[in-house]
């Protein structure tokens, strides 16, 4: 089979498309022939050395996607040899074939198709957790989301306004804001030319924000803190912009505020049986349309190094996804 390879840390271009042995199937692991496979922004820090795990080079990048079951090994009961299925890990999607534990599979229905269901798990099932479990967000509170057009940002504003959330949209350029308002974001903020403390003051008559979802660091980070309400509740999901940023905890107790991690990868672990329902959750607003995930592009796998360029230049609204042919 092919694969794109990881052989060592580096940016996208150190990636090579090479054929490859395929691995034997050992215990409770299960044969899936690639359809699509997600790009999302880690996996340019999982190749780059730069993500919280470090895997064996070489390896193969890419922490979700879709198939069929080609194989399943010994013990395997959760899916059978021509299930449609979608795949999550830390990485090894970019690739023909995967050999994956079944505790990292699931079954998808009919209904949905392979780049969609490629494309949206990690994303929606990111920002489901962060908004439903650790914001536990209320309808009619008021949700700022930062980089709204992006992968976790635009899944964001999708399920923030499912959930009966007044969205504010904040982003780089008009264009990303006009997308973020198709999908329910009541108000924007673009931060490239406004202030993103006083607009949302300005947006919230003075009260500030409920939540804010926060995929990208930086100085935005303090910036729209200072916007928010009492009891409101920070959510550090991510830092795009490559700045990690230090807090001056002084502001979490004149807020009055809760500043709240959230690491999706790990709770999927923790808390499968959570995961699962968020999971079943998503499928089902997918399926009736409460939901709509973005793919807005997709490359044949051997693009993958473009792929990846078009997220780290900002370029990517909702998701990409690689083709198997
Ligand atoms: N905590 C978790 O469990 C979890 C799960 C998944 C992802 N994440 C993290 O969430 C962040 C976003 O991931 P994603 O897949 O949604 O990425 P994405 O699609 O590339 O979106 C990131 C957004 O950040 C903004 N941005 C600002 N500076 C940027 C820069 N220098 N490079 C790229 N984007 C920049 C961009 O919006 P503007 O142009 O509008 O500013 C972009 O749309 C990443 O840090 C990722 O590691 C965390």
């Not at 996607?65 to 890990?89: I, L, N, P």
């Not at 690491?263 to 999971?279: C, D, L, M, S």
């Not at 939901?291 to 796998?301: A, F, G, R």
Request: hydrophobic share 40%; charged share 20%.
């Amino acid at each position: 089979m092919k694969a794109m390879l990881c052989k060592e840390y580096g940016p996208p271009e150190s990636l090579v498309f090479e054929e490859i042995e395929c691995p034997p199937l050992g215990k409770g692991q299960v044969r899936i022939a690639v359809k699509a496979a997600g790009v999302n922004f880690p996996d340019s820090l999982v190749i780059q050395g730069q993500y919280q795990f470090k895997p064996d080079l070489p390896f193969s990048p890419g922490a979700e996607a879709s198939g069929d079951v080609t194989e399943v090994g010994v013990e395997v009961t959760t899916v059978k040899v021509g299930d449609r299925v979608v795949w999550f890990s830390i990485s090894g999607g970019y690739a023909e074939e995967i050999v994956a534990e079944q505790s990292d599979v699931m079954p998808i229905s009919d209904s949905m198709d392979y780049e969609t269901a490629a494309g949206m798990f990690l994303t929606y099932g990111t920002s489901y957790h962060a908004l439903l479990q650790r914001a536990k967000i209320q309808p009619g509170e008021t949700l700022l989301v930062l980089g709204a057009a992006g992968g976790v940002g635009l899944a964001a504003v999708d399920i923030g306004r499912a959930l009966g959330a007044k969205v504010i949209a904040a982003a780089s350029t008009d264009e990303k804001l006009e997308l973020a308002t198709q999908y329910g974001a009541e108000m924007t903020i673009n931060y490239s030319t406004e202030d993103i403390k006083n607009r949302t003051k300005e947006l919230t008559g003075g009260k500030g924000v409920d939540v804010i979802y926060d995929p990208v660091g930086g100085e935005l980070f303090e910036q729209s803190l200072r916007a928010i309400a009492p009891k409101g509740r920070m959510l550090v999901i991510g830092f795009a912009s490559g700045v990690i940023p230090k807090l001056p905890v002084n502001l979490v107790l004149l807020k009055d505020c809760q500043v709240v991690g959230v690491f999706w990868g790990q709770f999927t672990k923790r808390e499968p049986e959570v995961n699962a329902q968020n999971i079943r959750d998503l499928v089902r607003m997918v399926e009736d349309g409460t939901l709509t995930p973005l793919i807005s592009k997709t490359y044949p796998l051997e693009k993958a190094v473009d792929a990846l360029n078009e997220v780290l230049a900002r370029k990517v609204v909702g998701k990409v996804v690689l083709t198997t042919g």
